[in-house]
């Protein structure tokens, strides 16, 4: 079983390059999720998409863009990368939405370096 | 002052102890998660739960809602235990998380 798959897991850009994350899910679930990760502090979300066709922001959704393209795949493009953000990018799906207590499974992330 | 608060930040500890890794947060929640985060980096979801206590296998994971606390107790630690240790609560729409407790545990 595949789970959550995101691609690449590691990635460098120079500074006002763009790049687009992906994720896929076979699980069937309706919710996906964008977080990042930055040493000494807790994941932060990104962006959310509670159902296909649906995308809110998160916590720390400047700069990035996503795409629900379907119910499998969610996407995070940055426009013109910056070094501040580079992270540890970690996409996530679960059965219901933010409102709902179900488990969330996640992706192995992406290392993203930017220069 | 962190919503969510882990202690400890670091824990090391000798194969075959117990060890406890505790939470507190100062939202109102429905729902308290602990997960695991690998060295490799992958993070699995270990429990989720709004009272009481959960079991699986060795690992024990507790809440006390009046005092916005949970912890979670490993049992016959083993090397392969060694991981960063998440909590996080639901607090209306969003998942806040701690910034987790590394264990390591040596042989």
């Known amino acids: 079983n595949a789970g959550v798959t995101q691609t690449p897991k590691f990635q460098v850009l120079k500074t006002g390059q763009s790049m687009t994350l992906q994720c896929a899910q076979d699980m069937n679930h309706n919710s996906m999720y964008w977080y990042r990760q930055d040493p000494g502090m807790g994941l932060r979300l990104i962006y959310y998409?509670?159902?296909?066709?649906?995308?809110d922001k998160g916590e720390v959704p400047n700069g990035y863009n996503v795409s629900r393209l379907n119910k499998r795949e969610f996407s995070l493009r940055l426009e013109s990368a910056a070094p501040s953000q580079t992270s540890v990018y970690f996409c996530?799906?679960?059965?219901?939405?933010?409102?709902?207590?179900?488990?969330?499974?996640f992706g192995d992330g992406t290392r993203l370096s930017i220069l | 002052k962190n919503e969510v608060e882990q202690s400890p930040q670091n824990l090391t500890a000798q194969e075959g102890e117990f060890i406890t890794i505790n939470c507190s947060y100062s939202v109102g929640i429905s729902a308290l998660h602990w997960l695991q985060q690998h060295p490799g980096g992958g993070i699995v979801s270990l429990f989720m739960?709004?009272?009481g206590k959960k079991k699986h296998g060795r690992l024990i994971a507790t809440i006390n809602i009046q005092e916005k606390h949970s912890s979670l107790h490993i049992t016959a630690s083993h090397p392969r235990d060694s991981a960063v240790y998440i909590c996080?609560?639901?607090?209306?729409?969003?998942?806040?998380f701690g910034t987790g407790t590394r264990l390591q545990v040596f042989p």
């Open positions: 739960l709004s009272s």
């Open positions: 996530a799906s679960s059965e219901a939405g933010l409102g709902g207590d179900q488990p969330q499974h």
């Open positions: 996080a609560v639901r607090d209306t729409d969003k998942l806040i």
């Open positions: 998409s509670a159902s296909e066709g649906t995308t």
